[in-house]
């Protein structure tokens, strides 16, 4: 019996994949026609992936018992997919990023040592990593990353010695931009830097100090243009900040003015002032003479009601303690006097309102002193008050100690009165060496002998006492 040829079905059939048919128009064995549509066979493994139809038949395999071979319609993109080359088989383990320098890519593990008992977990951050940011540290705490004895842990938490504190691995800094330099301008004529810097009298890394003139205002302010303030462009010299002022002189006092050249040195001029123990030192010309040569004024002071605070006046009841010690250097009759003043306190005009009080204001202050605060003659009508000296601690170690020159007027009022300015610059009273001299030695020895003679006189007229009478 001839076999029957295989029928012309789909590219994905195999010449024996059918049964062997029976006789001639009878039906195979099996009683299931031999003649079957593609889409009714069984999936069979096959190699070749072309359409339907196409390419050469495949190899005879053998039969699968009574199933006939079905493979279901593969789906177009699973056509398209068939079609495409495989992928390359994947490497066996993913490469490890390439870390930046100087970040690590374990966990480190940091144990609490004694110093740090009892602190902030965020400043012990502050303390030994001090690369890792607040907000770094935040976002391990909020995704459960930090950890304190296998706890999770905020950054407020405090710690104890011996704890063991897990920390993720550090993060890359992101390079930042580098922005250009600000450049800045500098809105000042030459005349006027000159003019700034010919006020200098001492400069160094974190201090300077200028004289100021009479007439030149501190800060700006209604109908004041030129000031000091506006002039500190001009004191740059080789900083790249320009320097700050840490307390003021009247617009009509002139003298000795201390600017800092560096927040830090800002800050720390700021404390000595406010805390009393950066020391000034006054000279000033006044209308008549003190009876007592070394003085202390204790009067408190308040803006004076309707001056728009332009003017204080003592006030026993609402003003603010005010202390000026004063000491006269030298009297000229009972004309004037060349006296020398101490603020223990820094009140608005407070020299002046204290020494126009006790009866003595000072030459050229009519804003106080009325008409009475002018002498007559060839003696100037400006103001008679000068910062000749200030004294502070410097910021690394001594202390800035500089005296400012008199102005033209104050100086010539003095020579037409007659003074001697040798005598004005007086020791503080931490200056002065109380050390025993040899004559202090022999005045306290006889001081103590004559005490002695005075108790033993007294104790033998006790004792003759009773005896009488």
């Given at each position: 019996?001839?076999?029957?040829?295989?029928?012309?079905?789909?590219?994905?059939?195999?010449?024996?994949?059918?049964?062997?048919?029976?006789?001639?128009?009878?039906?195979?064995?099996?009683?299931?026609?031999?003649?079957?549509?593609?889409?009714?066979?069984?999936?069979?493994?096959?190699?070749?992936?072309?359409?339907?139809?196409?390419?050469?038949?495949?190899?005879?395999?053998?039969?699968?018992?009574?199933?006939?071979?079905?493979?279901?319609?593969?789906?177009?993109?699973?056509?398209?997919?068939?079609?495409?080359?495989a992928p390359a088989k994947a490497a066996s383990a993913p490469a490890k990023?390439?870390?930046?320098?100087?970040?690590?890519?374990?966990?480190?593990?940091?144990?609490?040592?004694?110093?740090?008992?009892?602190?902030?977990?965020?400043?012990?951050?502050?303390?030994?990593?001090?690369?890792?940011?607040?907000?770094?540290?935040?976002?391990?705490?909020?995704?459960?990353?930090?950890?304190?004895?296998?706890?999770?842990?905020?950054?407020?938490?405090?710690?104890?010695?011996?704890?063991?504190?897990?920390?993720?691995?550090?993060?890359?800094?992101p390079e930042a931009a580098e922005k250009p330099k600000r450049v800045r301008v500098i809105d000042l004529t030459p005349d006027e830097i000159a003019f700034a810097q010919e006020m200098?009298?001492?400069?160094?890394?974190?201090?300077?100090?200028?004289?100021?003139?009479?007439?030149?205002?501190?800060?700006?302010?209604?109908?004041?243009?030129?000031?000091?303030?506006k002039l500190l462009d001009g004191l740059l010299f080789d900083a790249e900040s320009r320097p700050k002022l840490v307390h003021r002189l009247d617009k009509d006092t002139s003298g000795a003015l201390l600017l800092a050249r560096s927040s830090r040195s800002a800050a720390h001029f700021a404390k000595a002032f406010s805390s009393r123990t950066a020391r000034k030192v006054y000279w000033a010309l006044v209308i008549g003479v003190p009876s007592i040569g070394d003085g202390m004024i204790e009067l408190p002071l308040a803006k004076q009601p309707g001056t728009g605070g332009e003017k204080m006046h003592v006030d026993q009841e609402e003003g603010l303690?005010?202390?000026?010690?004063?000491?006269?250097?030298?009297?000229?009759?009972?004309?004037?006097?060349?006296v020398e003043l101490q603020p223990y306190t820094g009140r608005t005009h407070q020299l002046r309102v204290h020494l126009a009080a006790i009866g003595f204001p000072i030459v050229g202050d009519g804003k106080y002193g009325g008409k009475d605060a002018f002498l007559s003659g060839t003696i100037s009508r400006k103001m008679h008050l000068h910062a000749r000296r200030?004294?502070?601690?410097?910021?690394?170690?001594?202390?800035?100690?500089?005296?400012?020159?008199?102005?033209?007027?104050?100086?010539?009022?003095?020579?037409?009165?007659?003074?001697?300015?040798?005598?004005?610059?007086?020791?503080?009273?931490?200056?002065?060496?109380?050390?025993?001299t040899r004559e202090d030695e022999k005045r306290f020895a006889r001081q103590h002998?004559?005490?002695?003679?005075?108790?033993?006189?007294?104790?033998r007229r006790s004792r003759g006492g009773p005896n009488k009478g």
């Open positions: 019996m001839k076999g029957r040829p295989p029928s012309k079905s789909g590219a994905g059939s195999r010449g024996n994949d059918t049964r062997s048919a029976g006789p001639r128009g009878g039906k195979p064995s099996g009683g299931r026609p031999s003649d079957r549509k593609a889409g009714d066979r069984k999936p069979a493994d096959r190699k070749t992936g072309g359409a339907l139809g196409r390419g050469k038949p495949s190899s005879p395999r053998k039969s699968d018992g009574d199933k006939p071979a079905f493979r279901p319609k593969a789906p177009a993109a699973a056509k398209s997919a068939a079609a495409k080359p990023p390439n870390p930046a320098k100087g970040v690590s890519l374990d966990v480190r593990q940091f144990r609490v040592k004694a110093d740090d008992d009892g602190i902030r977990l965020d400043r012990w951050f502050q303390r030994h990593l001090p690369d890792v940011g607040f907000n770094l540290v935040s976002r391990w705490s909020r995704t459960g990353q930090l950890r304190v004895d296998g706890a999770r842990a905020a950054p407020g938490d405090r710690i104890v010695e011996g704890q063991m504190i897990r920390v993720p691995p550090a993060e890359a800094k200098v009298i001492h400069r160094d890394e974190q201090a300077i100090v200028i004289n100021k003139p009479p007439g030149l205002a501190t800060q700006g302010g209604t109908k004041t243009d030129e000031h000091v303030d303690p005010a202390r000026t010690r004063y000491r006269v250097i030298e009297r000229a009759g009972n004309r004037a006097a060349w200030i004294r502070v601690d410097h910021p690394d170690g001594g202390r800035v100690d500089v005296m400012a020159d008199l102005p033209t007027h104050f100086a010539n009022s003095l020579q037409e009165l007659g003074f001697d300015l040798s005598l004005g610059d007086m020791p503080l009273d931490d200056e002065i060496d109380r050390t025993p002998a004559k005490q002695v003679r005075k108790d033993r006189k007294g104790e």
